[in-house]
């Protein structure tokens, strides 16, 4: 079965500053999602990647997923505290139904 | 709604009685997945629904969990004779067509004592 390790696993961080997290399959990734998760409440979709080297950016949030499709990063520029909880990255498996997900990075960000 | 509603939002019971977990998708969603989130971990997949089957139960922990969506839409999660290992937030999701984005509801934290 296809296994998502997320680094750091928590991440605290000055107002500002900028910040990279890091997801890594045992496998190729046949589609990578990127979601946002606040204590109490569901996931929030951020970005699909699905093409090696293809790069998505949203406001000030940048992911990118590596030419061998193996690894995705999740970039955050001039952190906000509404930055702050918990990211997520999940893949599509080859075949079935089954979209995996990491353990989770828990984001801090300090005024 | 606009988005995926779960109820209850919290859930206690007592060791050894049954709960039902409901879930309504977003409409038109054919789509539907259920999800168990335990503390500091990431979502791990239970059962996923395409229209009124269930497409997929391989993550179904054992034969106490079982869900159904008669119609296609609402989706109920049902646990019989529950376990305190039960405890945790129960993630449903939806999609327009399956591996598109999904869209998750808040989850039901339920707590087993």
């Known amino acids: 079965s296809q296994e998502l390790e997320q680094s750091p696993q928590s991440l605290i961080v000055q107002e500002g500053k900028n910040l990279t997290i890091n997801c890594t399959s045992s496998?190729?990734?046949?589609?990578l999602y990127w979601y946002k998760q606040k204590y109490g409440e569901g996931l929030i979709f951020l970005m699909m990647?699905?093409?090696?080297?293809e790069e998505k950016s949203h406001e000030k949030i940048t992911a990118k997923l590596d030419e061998k499709k193996q690894q995705s990063s999740l970039h955050i520029t001039a952190s906000q505290p509404s930055h702050a909880g918990i990211y997520l990255c999940g893949a599509d498996p080859p075949a079935g139904n089954m979209l995996t997900f990491g353990g989770g990075t828990r984001l801090m960000v300090k005024p | 709604g606009a988005g995926v509603s779960q109820t209850p939002s919290n859930k206690v019971t007592e060791k050894g009685k049954y709960v039902e977990l409901r879930c309504d998708p977003i409409s038109g969603h054919t789509a539907l997945y259920w999800y168990r989130q335990s503390l500091g971990q990431g979502p791990e997949f239970l059962i996923y629904f395409q229209g009124t089957g269930a497409a997929d139960d391989s993550g179904l922990p054992n034969d106490r969990f079982f869900a159904v969506r008669p119609e296609g839409s609402v989706s109920t999660l049902k646990i019989q004779r529950t376990e305190r290992g039960d405890s945790a937030v129960y993630l449903c999701a939806s999609s327009l067509i399956h591996r598109g984005e999904a869209f998750f509801g808040q989850g039901t934290r339920l707590t087993v004592v």
């Open positions: 496998k190729t990734l046949y589609g």
């Open positions: 990647l699905q093409k090696g080297g």
